[in-house]
Nanobody, 115 residues
């Protein structure tokens, strides 16, 4: 059974940075494209960034391009999201999952951007 454990969220001031981590257990992680998603308050979950299985290809939603960087360490079964220049619109619960046929979602990690 696959488990997704997100961490690294917290309260940060506008303009600040955070690095999220997601450890995946119980699967062939290195063979899966992965993504980060977020659910802003009162809104639907939305994709943020994706990364290919080998890490050589990444994609971002327009609102985070140039500010967020997705990466992965297949030896650690972990995917990361480096978030810089955060603003209030980035406030959300952040989740990771594979790109197609999502596994059961983890609890996510809350990012709050506020002064």
């Amino acid at each position: 059974q696959v488990q997704l454990v997100e961490s690294g969220g917290g309260l940060v001031q506008p303009g600040g940075s955070l690095r999220l981590s997601c450890e995946v257990t119980g699967s062939g992680f290195s063979m899966e494209a992965m993504g980060w998603y977020r659910r802003p308050p009162g809104k639907q979950r939305e994709p943020v960034a994706t990364i290919s299985s080998g890490g050589g290809s990444t994609n971002y939603v327009d609102s985070v391009k140039g500010r967020f960087t997705i990466s992965r360490d297949n030896a650690k079964n972990t995917v990361y999201l480096q978030m810089n220049s955060l603003n209030s619109e980035d406030t959300a619960v952040y989740y990771c999952n594979r790109g197609v046929k999502p596994w059961a979602w983890g609890k996510g990690t809350l990012v709050t951007v506020s002064s």
